[in-house]
C-alpha cells in the first residue's frame, strides 16, 4: 500500500484529506508541522508522495521541499493558498512535481497522487543498466545514466531536458528555453532558468556520481553535451 505523507497545520483540512486518501486505498499520515515529517522520516518511515503546505509553523514549504528533494526518493506535491506565478515559480525550482492551490477538490488531489504514482513505479529496465548513454525517458520523468543510476526529474526539470535532448548537437538558446519553461500563469526569466540549471546539475552529479552532462555555452545558453537517446515509449 502506498504511504502518502500529508503536512498541513489546519487541522480540518488535514483531517479531510487523510480520510479521503485512507478511503481511496492510500495509507495516509497526517502531520502538522516540519518538525513531525522529520520525526517520521527519522523513524525510518518512507513515504512515496508528500502532500506539503508551504506556511508551517515552524518552517518554509520551500525550503522543506529542498530538505525532502535531496534526501528522500519521493514524489512532491505542493497544496498551498500561494497561487501567484512567483510562489508556482518557487516551488517547482524547490523540487515540487506537481503544485496544487487548496480550492482544488479531494478528487482531484487524489487523481494527481495516482498520476504521480504512476511515473515513480517506473524503474531501470535491464538494457538501460547495461548502456554506456544517457537515456531520456520524457513519459516516465525520468534520466537514466550511463552507471544504470535513473534520476526522478521535475516538471521543469523534464521540459528543460527534453529541450536539451531533442535539440542535441547544437545549443539551445536561454530565449527558446525560458519560452518552452513558462506557462500562461508562469513567466521564467533568466534567474529562473539558471536555478532550474543549478539544481538540476546538482542532483544529477550527487545521484548519477558522474559529472552532470549539462553545459553552459557562453552567449548562447544550454546544451547536452554526453551521448543521449530517448526511451521509446510504445503504446500497448
Known sequence: MNCIFIVEDEDSLRVDLVDYMNLQGLHALGLATASELREALEGGMAPDVVILDVSLPDENGFALAEEIRAKQDCGIIMLTALGGAENRVRGFESGADIYLVKHTSLREIAAAIQSLLRRLKTAPSSDEASTEEWIF??????????????????????????????????????????????KRQTQFDNRHLDSVVSRLRRKLEEQAKLDSPIRAVYGIGYTFSGPVRMKENLSP
Open 137 to 182: 525517458d520524457s513519459v516516465s520523468w525520468k534520466l537514466t545514466a550511463p552507471t544504470g543510476q535513473t534520476i526522478r526529474l521535475t516538471a521543469t526539470e523534464n521540459a528543460f531536458v527534453g529541450a536539451l535532448v531533442t535539440n542535441f548537437g547544437k545549443p539551445c538558446t536561454r530565449e527558446a528555453l525560458t519560452g518552452i519553461l513558462s
